[in-house]
């Protein structure tokens, strides 16, 4: 069965520091995202992605931001100059024309 | 924008016994409202979906009830049992490629 793959899987930053998450959709997907889940909480809507470009995106999805489809499979979540609160399991997911499939997460720690 | 309220928090039930979670949403353009299982320290994964031109679906123990007019929604599951011990959430979404708005989440504790 066709999998969302996310890389890497625990990713490690000091504060101030860029990184980079990745993420493969299942490939006949149309619509791309980006949530996140600080532990126990609620899942929380960042940004959606729909024929190359941004098609929504949350409050939360501010400059520090940016989402990238580099080529025909990968998509990406850059944040910049990252925060202690910006902690948390980043979960990419994409869709064909209903629910979401979501990737096993990268679990991000800011230092 | 979308707002999902989910009820209860928490929910304990007899491994046999049936358990059902509530969820609520605010905007009536909203028109699916998938229900998805996470098990600690896992993905989210889709459990079963429900349309708004649909009143109920059902899938082995576990059905979903849309109520389109009160602008709500339940999961039921039967027959529980201990493997069904999970966070459940509830969400809502209007066109495709639009946000998924999700419910706080459930604990589900099914006791042996």
């Known amino acids: 069965e066709p999998e969302v793959t996310q890389t890497p899987s625990h990713q490690v930053t000091q504060m101030g520091q860029e990184v980079i998450l990745r993420c493969v959709p299942i490939?006949?997907?149309?619509?791309f995202y980006w949530y996140r889940q600080i532990l126990g909480q609620k899942v929380e809507f960042l940004v959606s992605f729909y024929n190359n470009e941004i098609s929504e995106k949350s409050e939360i999805f501010d400059d520090q931001f940016s989402v990238e489809r580099p080529d025909g499979s990968n998509f990406t979540l850059k944040i910049r100059s990252t925060k202690l609160e910006d902690s948390a399991m980043y979960f990419c997911?994409?869709?064909?024309?209903?629910?979401?499939?979501f990737g096993s997460g990268t679990q991000l720690s800011v230092l | 924008g979308e707002n999902v309220e989910q009820h209860p928090s928490t929910l304990s039930v007899q491994e046999g016994d049936s358990a059902v979670i509530k969820c609520t949403y605010s905007d009536s353009a909203s028109n699916y409202f998938p229900w998805y299982k996470q098990e600690l320290g896992k993905r989210p994964q889709l459990i079963i979906d429900?349309?708004?031109?649909?009143g109920e679906k059902k899938d082995q123990r576990i059905a979903v009830t849309l109520n389109k007019t009160a602008k709500h929604f339940s999961l039921h599951i039967t027959e529980t049992q201990p493997e069904d011990s999970a966070v459940y959430f509830c969400?809502?979404?209007?066109?495709?490629?639009?946000?998924?708005?999700f419910g706080p989440g459930t604990r589900l504790s099914v006791l042996p």
């Open positions: 997911a994409s869709s064909e024309r209903g629910g979401l499939f």
């Open positions: 969400a809502a979404s209007g066109n495709y490629g639009q946000n998924f708005v």
């Open positions: 490939s006949n997907h149309l619509y």
């Open positions: 429900i349309r708004s031109n649909v």
